[in-house]
């Protein structure tokens, strides 16, 4: 087998190669219309541009971004930090001022080039509980959404590899609950971190708080786990390099990048909405799918082009001046994200992320190591452990959460990650994100204008529940209680943090001061039941009230349920009702892969 050096060059030329298939300008495309049209060329529209292209269907993938294949701060791990925000792999978005988090604007990243968020995020294959699924379910009332329906698509999209440092890795998850034989790499940390043993020996003085779990992603998430990541010898594996790039060479799959999708309308002479209006720089173009056109452009940009499109609240598009095709006020409502809180501290030893980070040189030196052989701290994303638990005292009509299964909160370990220059001379630092996984806020994505190229007004809504406060009090006392583990007492010097955590109100200030959404959103094109009076979507993915439409992103994931009331003497939730939010507990590129593998069958099946 060649070596990774090798490897990459060999993925590089054929990038090269294929750009041929990945077309610039709308003259050159090969076809005048498509059977279908994927909007978005993200983590789940290249997923469908791949299952799609299998039969002799054809497909056009159109992309706002560009590919930016072979960048580095792309393909290397450890730079994941670079890749987003403020960047030309990002949209750049920014949020509506966050009331409950001292009224801060936030960067909102979303990516902007093929493959979408899974080109920039940090890389973690968490799948999520069994009950999340379930409770999916039960909510759209189609049990094709449950764990044990989604489960096998999980299997077949999934690739497990050996780490880059080709260590053993039979003994860091469970072998049988991962895919071995499908396209979308996923590894355990080729590279190991001074943090790694304490955590581990922590999760063993504390295992009633913080229990070891072989593998998060079994069904069972909960307690302390390998930090599984899509990576593949050492690099990023999106589904760009996963779902695409090998299969370019199909004559029925074309990808027009540099093109921005603003609506979708009528075909001539049909009633379908089965033509897209986008543009590739200050021109205008239109394109016509025979089938159906899928809108994957993500949980903002997909509720966007539904409400150019006259798809939502038709009083709302009337003030705009935007004609109503169908009254779906759910359209841009329903928006739903985690909310995560930093904690830090300093530590009595330098060898932390910090000596790279921080040294140029030592950075240098392992950025040439990775273009060497993709071996050492570049091959990983930063972090090698993460958590997931519950509060225990949110049980049955208390519970915010899917089910017992299911998390409340996420811890993530890194070993450094504090302000640059924050840290004394001869010290090191480690950090906890503490994060909220079980929210019950909900906010929106909203029109700004009547033009389709201003972008929409994005309002997470954080910590707008006495339960998310709650929770994120919570979250902040779990991280607080992990360091005080035996292990910590000669590692830990001093909290980086000035809050009295005996405090609620102090450690409440903090939060408010420091958290943040996490980029975990959905819920802003939600599926329904058939028939029901709320939603955007069928449990089809067809929108409601017209032909030729689906949308299959993160957007899809319902929230539509009243919010709960809350007892302010306790702080917890009293729930009316057996299903009320619906966010995975979960980091979302999983769910969003197999959402899109069993959509490819659906529409397939419409259509063959």
Not at 312 to 336: C, K, M, R, W, Y
Not at 516 to 526: I, N, Y
Request: proline share 6%.
């Amino acid at each position: 087998m060649p070596s990774p050096a090798v490897c990459f060059l060999l993925i590089f030329a054929q990038a090269s190669a294929i750009l041929a298939k990945i077309w610039t300008t709308s003259d050159a495309l090969p076809r005048q219309s498509y059977d279908f049209i994927v909007v978005g060329g993200g983590t789940s529209g290249l997923v469908l541009a791949n299952r799609l292209s299998e039969s002799n269907l054809s497909v056009l993938v159109l992309e706002a971004g560009g590919s930016h294949s072979n960048d580095r701060n792309i393909t290397i791990p450890f730079l994941v930090g670079s890749a987003s925000p403020s960047t030309m792999y990002d949209w750049n978005y920014t949020t509506f001022p966050q009331t409950n988090l001292g009224n801060r604007v936030f960067t909102y990243s979303r990516g902007h080039l093929l493959g979408g968020s899974s080109s920039i995020n940090y890389m973690l294959y968490t799948r999520g509980a069994k009950d999340d699924y379930d409770r999916l379910a039960r909510a759209t009332g189609d049990s094709g959404w449950s764990w044990d329906s989604l489960y096998p698509y999980m299997l077949k999209s999934e690739r497990i590899t050996l780490p880059i440092d080709g260590h053993n890795i039979s003994n860091e998850y469970n072998v049988s609950a991962h895919g071995h034989h499908g396209i979308h790499s996923t590894t355990l940390p080729g590279f190991s971190l001074p943090l790694d043993p304490l955590v581990r020996q922590a999760a063993a003085e504390l295992p009633e708080e913080f229990p070891w779990n072989l593998d998060v992603n079994s069904g069972n998430e909960l307690g302390i786990g390998w930090y599984m990541q899509t990576v593949l010898d050492g690099a990023r594996a999106s589904t760009a390099t996963s779902y695409l790039f090998p299969f370019l060479e199909r004559p029925n799959l074309d990808v027009l990048i540099g093109a921005r999708a603003l609506s979708v309308i009528q075909s001539n002479g049909t009633s379908a909405l089965t033509t897209v209006n986008y543009i590739i720089g200050a021109e205008n173009y239109r394109i016509t799918a025979r089938k159906e056109v899928i809108v994957s452009a993500g949980v903002v940009n997909t509720p966007h082009i539904l409400l150019h499109s006259g798809i939502g609240n038709a009083t709302t598009l009337e003030s705009f001046g935007i004609p109503s095709v169908t009254d779906l006020p759910s359209v841009g409502q329903d928006f739903i994200d985690h909310v995560s809180i930093g904690v830090s501290w300093t530590v009595n030893s330098t060898n932390t992320l910090s000596q790279w980070s921080d040294n140029s040189t030592r950075f240098n030196e392992a950025v040439e190591q990775w273009y060497q052989n993709h071996t050492g701290v570049m091959s990983i994303p930063t972090i090698n452990q993460l958590g997931f638990f519950r509060v225990p005292d949110l049980t049955g009509e208390n519970d915010p959460s899917a089910g017992g299964s299911a998390a409340h909160l996420e811890i993530l370990f890194s070993n450094g990650a504090p302000p640059r220059g924050s840290v004394p001379a001869g010290q090191g630092a480690m950090s906890l994100s503490t994060v909220i996984v079980s929210p019950t806020s909900r906010g929106t994505v909203a029109l700004n204008s009547s033009d389709p190229l201003d972008g929409p007004i994005i309002n997470p809504n954080c910590l707008s529940t006495l339960s998310d406060i709650f929770l994120a009090r919570e979250a902040v006392k779990k991280g607080l209680r992990f360091v005080e583990a035996p292990v910590f007492r000669d590692y830990v010097i001093a909290p980086m943090f000035s809050f009295d955590a005996t405090d609620d109100n102090e450690i409440d200030s903090f939060i408010q001061a420091n958290g943040r959404p996490f980029l975990h959103s959905v819920g802003t094109a939600a599926i329904s039941p058939y028939n029901a009076s709320y939603g955007v979507l069928d449990p089809d993915l067809k929108v409601k009230g017209v032909r030729g439409l689906r949308v299959v992103d993160a957007s899809v994931f319902p929230v539509r349920f009243p919010p709960f009331p809350v007892d302010p003497k306790v702080m917890v939730v009293i729930i009316s009702c057996i299903s009320t939010q619906f966010i995975l507990s979960a980091h979302t590129q999983v769910a969003v892969i197999a959402v899109a593998e069993r959509a490819a069958d659906l529409i397939k099946a419409t259509w063959t």
